[in-house]
């Protein structure tokens, strides 16, 4: 046979194979402006990617306008901001809405940003009933762990349902709650505490959408049928893999025997998965690829526990914000193992599987126990310091694994013997948010607010305003304050107004105590000594200026730096440099921790050190940690930072060593 006639008949046979459709394939974009970050969704799109994933600006998402005093900093950093519906039609510009389904990553001001999207769909004529996408909208995750919270804890699950009964009616194809067990994950939970939070959450959310008596008992599984989730997927894959398995099943047993679901297609548990950023190494970057390739193979193998969409991150995402190439690279994962592998030509090739039962029956028991512990409690929002607790020690077990050895990480503490990376050397290897966007953007801002009809949005604000203090649905008063051209920061302050703030609790002060180690009992015999010769016990003050939400970090330096027998002041997330340097003064602290991860270190960094010196506090020495380049460490440095700490940086007892000399070395300065 000839080598055509060979090809063709491998051609026929190929064409007849029945494959499954292929999930959502994503990359989580958006930074600088919304002109810059609609040009790379229109890039990514031309390169096969088949749904958009919104990342936000820390701003947009606390419901601050670009030029608010905590804003300064954030402004375009992790995401794009979106100030008005002017900001979201440029960033959708040309993207027909009613084709393509968007995934935006929201949650304190979910309502808001749903309502600017629709506002959008409006005005470009996009059909609402033809809308598909999602918004995060999980607000129980950001008091454990992400941190993008604004209101307490009760008027959030209100704007939840009332996103929830709107869509619904409106929306109908829209996912309008996206139970997010991802950040869970990152702060350090257990596959058993992703499971038993994440369902804890989404009954806590249905619960609430039940009591309301908004949604007639015959509808009840339309609204079941439209919840979704977000997970995480970690370097265990087997492990994840029967977790995702878990969870299918879990939710299938919750949503018939608690709500009553008759229907399985409203049953099903539909899922999208952006896989562990967590376990993303510093000192190797170019292992990350490998990582995430296994990763998502957890969220992909099984094909009755396969994730609907995925999005991966970069692999050096451990160094700073990504490039497109980057983002494109691992664009191409993806699209490789979809299209080029035979995946998707088989059935779930996991049914049968002794181990696999095995495994998945065991974590389904553990997540029981869990949340039936959890409902003993009063439910999710009950839970919520115990929850936080538990994910602080679970982190801090982690930790403590990688210090010894226990859990082997490669190039981090083994296998560390290593050639230079041609691909992270130079100071293009990641992407860097030009400082002048924010200054551009807060000029666009106040021209948007100069030029709109101001009666119009005064209006339409006092309209939502009524609406939150009558109890009434949020959404159609939002969506119209979106078109009169109402900002993010208006639609935030008028709920603040009427709803409060909150502030989570930290886990740190209940956290077990770490394991003893010889290692830590020599930190604390220093701390012992230098502590005797300062006549007080040495006090650390740790401190999250701006929008930075990702406290996983602080809170470990918090609880090590206790347990290693330091006095620690840790009051959360998002302070303004003035009140981190006032309670410096206020409580007469040694020693001042910063953590940013959120690449605004260089501004908020400065301004700290300035008002420090303003105060007389040249004494006190400052460390900063966080993911941040070594051309910005020098930087950091040169205003006076004391030492700079990044993810390569694992063992907290040499950081507290470390922190215990500063100290002293200071004191003798002085």
Known sequence: MSDTKSRDNAKTKTSKIQRDKPWLIRTYAGHSTAEKSNALYKKNLAKGQTGLSIAFDLPTQTGYDSDHEL???????????????????????????????????????????????????????????????????????????????????????????????????????????????????????????????????????????????????????????????????GMRFVTEMCKMRAFGELWDEITRER???????????????????????????????????????????????????????????????????DQQWSLRMQQIVAFETDLLEYGDIFDGSVEVAKKVAALKEEAKAELATIEKMGGAIASIDYMKRRLVESNTSRLS?????????????????TEPSPLSGGTDAIMVVDPAVEAEQIGKLKAWRENRDSKKAAAALAEVERAAKEGRNIMESSIEAAKAGVTTGEWGTALRKIFGEYRAPTGVAQAAVARDSTQLEAV??????????LGRRIKFLVGKPGLDGHSNGAEQIAVRARDAGMEVVYEGIRLTPGQIVRAAVDE???????????????????DVMERMRKEGLDDVPVVVGGIIPPEDAKTLKAFGVAAVYTPKDFQLNDIMADIVKLVDRYAKAA
């Open 588 to 606: 007469g602290v040694h020693v001042v921790g910063l953590s940013i991860l959120s690449g605004s270190h260089v501004p908020l960094v400065k």
């Open 259 to 325: 709500y009553g679901v008759t229907d399985p297609k409203h049953r099903m548990f539909r899922y999208g998965v952006q896989v562990n950023s967590l376990g993303l190494t510093e000192p190797q970057a170019e292992n990350n690829v490998y990582r995430i390739l296994l990763e998502m193979l957890a969220v992909t193998l099984s094909k009755n526990a396969r994730a609907r969409a995925v999005q991966l991150p970069a692999w050096n995402e451990a160094l700073g914000l990504p490039r497109p190439w």
């Open 401 to 417: 694994d990688i210090e010894s050895g226990d859990l082997i990480v490669v190039g981090v503490n083994k296998f560390t013997e």
């Open 524 to 533: 604390r015999a220093s701390v012992d000594e230098v502590s005797d010769r």
């Open 71 to 233: 804003a300064r900093g954030e402004v375009g950093k992790v995401g794009v901001p979106v100030s008005h519906i002017g900001d979201m039609l440029t960033l959708l510009d040309g993207i027909p809405l009613d084709q393509m389904n968007t995934s935006m990553t929201i949650n304190a001001t979910a309502a808001w940003l749903l309502s600017l999207y629709i506002a959008v769909a409006d005005k470009t004529g996009a059909s609402r009933d033809k809308l598909t996408g999602t918004i995060q909208n999980d607000i129980i995750k950001e008091y454990l762990s992400r941190g993008t919270y604004v209101f307490p804890p009760e008027p959030s699950l209100r704007l939840i349902k009332d996103t929830i009964v709107f869509s619904t009616r409106n929306v109908p194809k829209w996912n309008p709650t996206n139970v997010c067990s991802y950040h869970l994950q990152e702060a350090g939970a257990t596959p058993v505490q992703e499971l038993a939070y994440a369902l804890a959450t989404s009954i806590a959310v249905l619960d609430t959408v039940k009591a309301s008596g908004e949604v007639p008992p015959e509808e009840f599984g339309n609204v079941v049928g439209r919840i979704s989730f977000f997970v995480n997927a």
